[in-house]
């Protein structure tokens, strides 16, 4: 049974472009969570999604970031213009249903602005 | 949300246990304790949860002071691979909800 995986792992961008980061759940899971961390900083929640609903997105910044999980294939993190202030690890993390408290991580994506 | 105190670091020698303190007075009767671990350049990595109860599984062991005011996650033989950050996070038991990450405990182990 494969992991989360999330694509790509490395992503270069510079300053006002568009970064796509990709997150496939688990096989079943149903429940995606992004999370952001800064370089030496701690792991900061972004948004909580399930299939085509938003559940959470308190800590979402309020401008250029967005975030969808449609029925069909990965759940998407999009951050449009870019800052340097972007550049950190974004990692996603599933869980089979709202009853199942373990959630189990990506790799993550390490986004670099230039 | 309920906050939670760990040490920042801590030391221990391969092969031998390790006791991760983690500091929750403020925790509420519907709070699960989580602990979770980061590899270096890795996501985090579920290691246990609990209620009540002591806890064990293939990684570790939980201990949950009877007042859940405290609880300590025990590594029965450190080996190098469990050198990471671990955090001990606490979530409402009655559904799955986002995860607030502290500083955690960064956990040295010494060959």
């Known amino acids: 049974n494969a992991g989360v995986m999330q694509n790509p792992r490395h992503l270069v961008r510079r300053r006002g472009q568009e970064a796509r980061l990709r997150c496939s759940p688990m096989?079943?899971?149903?429940?995606v969570y992004w999370y952001r961390q800064l370089p030496e900083e701690g792991l900061k929640f972004m948004v909580y999604?399930?299939?085509?609903?938003?559940?959470?997105e308190s800590g979402m910044p309020k401008e250029r970031f967005s975030a969808e999980f449609p029925k069909e294939g990965p759940s998407i993190l999009r951050i449009q213009q870019v800052v340097r202030g972007d550049s950190a690890a974004y990692f996603c993390?599933?869980?089979?249903?709202?009853?199942?408290?373990?959630?189990?991580f990506g790799p993550g994506t390490r986004l670099t602005v230039t | 949300d309920a906050k939670t105190t760990q040490p920042n670091s801590m030391e221990s020698n391969e092969e031998e246990p390790v006791h991760l303190p983690c500091n929750h007075s403020?925790?509420?009767?519907?709070?699960?304790i989580h602990w979770y671990r980061q590899l270096p350049s890795q996501g985090p990595e579920y290691v246990i949860h609990?209620?009540?109860s002591n806890v064990n599984n293939r990684m570790a062991s939980l201990a949950i002071a009877e007042d859940r005011k405290s609880s300590t996650l025990i590594l029965h033989r450190a080996t190098l691979r469990d050198a990471a950050v671990y955090y001990c996070i606490l979530s409402p038991y009655y559904y799955t909800d986002k995860l607030i990450f502290g500083t955690g405990t960064r956990l040295q182990v010494f060959p």
């Open positions: 999604l399930q299939k085509e609903n938003i559940i959470d």
């Open positions: 993390a599933s869980s089979l249903n709202r009853d199942n408290h373990e959630q189990y």
């Open positions: 609990g209620l009540t």
């Open positions: 096989k079943g899971h149903s429940h």
């Open positions: 403020t925790i509420s009767g519907t709070d699960y």
